[in-house]
């Protein structure tokens, strides 16, 4: 199959590593994003490759840290409320967000 816009792939390079080490964005919300821009989701993935894994575990533990530290003296539930919430709203898979605040 030939590429519509043979610029697809590099956009979704750009963006993805972009939009992660500068924005700390999670891959759903880039992925929604790039959908928006119309690139394909074969294009979106080989974006995704411009992310180290082991970055994006510790970019999001850091995030939810930081987070953590501007909320104090709340119940342990709403903490993970809020901390789910921000994660999520950033982009993050939820299960991923999930295994790391319990």
Not at 73 to 92: R, T
Request: net charge positive; charged share 30%; aromatic share 12%.
């Amino acid at each position: 199959m030939s590429r519509l816009n043979p610029n697809d792939l590099t956009i979704a390079k750009t963006f993805c590593r972009g939009k992660f080490y500068n924005n700390k964005w999670g891959r759903k919300k880039i992925s929604y994003a790039l959908k928006t821009k119309e690139i394909s989701p074969s294009d979106i993935e080989i974006g995704f490759s411009e992310i180290n894994e082991a970055d994006y575990l510790s970019t999001l533990a850091l995030l939810i840290e930081k987070k953590k530290k501007g909320f104090k003296n709340l119940e342990p539930f709403v903490l993970k409320k809020k901390l789910y919430a921000y994660a999520v709203s950033k982009g993050y898979e939820p299960a991923l967000v999930l295994s790391l605040i319990d």
